[in-house]
């Protein structure tokens, strides 16, 4: 078996999540014991810092051009189907962010491969790969096994971050010296600008530790508290879409079906009454705490914890409580 992981670069930097899932990959080919394995970084990235992210085995390519310095998906899914194409890998592996889950569909159709959209994959008793994966916004469980030649698994987070596999015998080489150039010969690059929120600060999808806002928060400035608390716990902020289309918060930060999956190590709903549309984003979550001031707010049965309160009287309360400790430990 070939298997194939796209890696998702910003800024030159190898994302969190397209890391946990080479490293997931890298641990089935252990537990197969066979197979080839290979990587793509799209857009300018350093050789070392592709070799010092990728342990295990394989070879990864670097492909690069103008086309690619910025997300244009035409150019990207030409340069990922023919990288695949090239190498024959059956089984194609990419992060369920919101590059991944526009891409993955459209690398699907170009390829003629069946895709398992936000999903978990393990190898199955009969050495097959399984993918788990949920539909109807989180209220069905599913498992589902490819028959045809080759899939696409587009994989969620996970709380419990898969390890780096140990040693480092994989190759980086350019995609070019492969015959890639990924230029799309149209020229067309629909990327007509960059939006950047909040440079700098922590990607919701990303932290370890996140707090969550809902239209319980009451306003944008009252996001101060949310975020206050999170930066002693290191965290980041998300939101649900009713803060977001409040004009709250940026899209960027909203959790759940029409946002982004989150899997922080632990969640803390503030506000939030816990729709499915909303539990669908943290399916791969560790701890939740849930602070609502209502008792009966769907969002308790989500959680591993809950506060009935007023948010302005706990989340203040919960920052002084996590400053003490800081402070004594
Ligand atoms: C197709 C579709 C896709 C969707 N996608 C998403 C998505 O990706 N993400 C998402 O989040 N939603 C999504 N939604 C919307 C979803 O159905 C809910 O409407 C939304 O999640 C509700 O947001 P909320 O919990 O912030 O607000 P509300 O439902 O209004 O809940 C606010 C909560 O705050 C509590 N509260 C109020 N004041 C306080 C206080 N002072 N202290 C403590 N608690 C307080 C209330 O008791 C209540 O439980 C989607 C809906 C559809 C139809």
Redesign the pocket.
Known sequence: MKYFVVLEQREGVIKEASRDVWNAVQHFIQAAEDGEFYGAVIGAVDKDHVSDTCGGKGCVYIAEGAELLGYNPAAYVRTITELVAKTGAENVFIANTAMGKDLSPRIAVHLDAALVSDCVVEVGRNGLLKASTTMYSGAVAAEAQVLSNRAIYCMSPRARRPAKPSGNNVDVQEAVDFGIVGADPSGWNPVLKDIVYHAGKKDVAEAEIVVAG???V?SGEDFAMLESLAEVLGGAVGA????VDEGWRPHSD??????KSVAPKLYIA?????????L??INGAGTVVA????KD?P?FKAADYGIV????EVVPQLERAVREFSEQH
């Open positions: 809902g239209r319980g009451g649900s879409r009713s803060a909203q959790i759940g079906q029409t946002g503030c506000g939030v009454s816990g729709a499915v549309q909303h669908a984003g602070i609502n001031r209502d707010a969002i309160g007023d948010i302005a």
